[in-house]
């Protein structure tokens, strides 16, 4: 058998590109199908190859669930919830990760993507306060789940302030918020959540616990009462990351001026 040169980077990108979208059984198939990678990999190899490029760096954890409209936890959330489904979901934002993207959130083991809202119809759900919107504010204790303390929350009632003629505008960007895996198991830990996670959930590095549709590319201070959240204990419901008084007052200056739409 004659020895063919080494597979150019182009035609190895292509076919594994191409068996991405396919089954682990078919992307085989068609990754032999290139002669190249046949002589250069045994058989074992490639489909390591493939299994690895095709395993998720993203999915949606069970706690995000409630911002999608096929769980029944979003009937009751007052943020953006998703028409997209779960998996159409992560197969999206899956397609464009890329690590080199990752940016620092408020601990280490929080990171943040922002992508083009190229995909749903989500809008942007915070307004700036003003003379003519202020009446419409209102509080309520809340808590995220049943074993989260409740704290006291501030917002504009939706049909109060939005109207066919005064819509929301649609969010130019999607800040994915990710936990790493290993902080994930801890809260689920210290809180006893009995969480059923797949194969795969337990597989991919990141978790999207939360998700904004905003007009920025960068990170809006999460709410004061928020950050005050995170420093207590993760029995509470926190990360038991200690508060910052700098980026507290961050947070401050930006939310005294502004409030989410429910």
């Known amino acids: 058998i004659p020895t063919l040169p080494p597979p150019k980077k182009k035609e190895m990108k292509a076919v594994l590109l191409l068996a991405l979208t396919q089954s ?3 992307a085989f198939q ?3 199908s290139s002669r190249h990678l046949v002589q250069r990999f045994p058989k074992q190899t490639i489909t390591k190859i493939v299994r690895n490029m095709s395993q998720k760096a993203l999915v949606v954890d069970p706690f995000c669930f409630r911002q999608f409209a096929e769980h029944e936890a979003s009937k009751s959330y007052h943020g953006t919830v998703f028409s997209t489904t779960i998996a159409e979901f992560e197969d999206i934002v899956n397609a464009r990760y890329d690590e080199a993207n990752l940016k620092d959130g408020y601990a280490p083991f929080c990171k943040h993507i922002f992508i ?8 942007v759900n915070v307004l700036k306060i003003t003379d003519e919107n202020e009446p419409f504010l209102r509080c309520c204790y809340e808590a995220r789940t049943e074993k989260e303390l409740p704290v006291l929350t501030r917002y504009f009632p939706k049909h109060l302030v939005v109207s066919p003629s005064n819509p929301l505008p649609v969010a130019k960007y999607i800040d994915l918020i990710l936990y790493s895996r290993e902080q994930i198991n801890k809260e689920n830990a210290a809180m006893e959540k009995n969480k059923s996670y797949t194969e795969e959930q337990e597989a991919a590095p990141w978790g999207i616990v939360s998700i904004k549709a905003q007009d920025v590319d960068y990170e809006i201070p999460m709410t004061p009462i928020t950050a005050m959240r995170n420093a207590l204990g993760k029995e509470e419901g926190g990360s038991g990351v200690k508060l910052e008084r700098e980026k507290y ?7 005294n001026d502004h409030a989410t739409v429910s």
């Open 24 to 26: 682990t059984t078919s």
């Open 30 to 32: 068609i990754a032999s």
């Open 116 to 123: 083009e809202n190229d995909f749903t119809n989500a809008q």
């Open 249 to 255: 007052m961050e947070a401050f200056r930006y939310w």
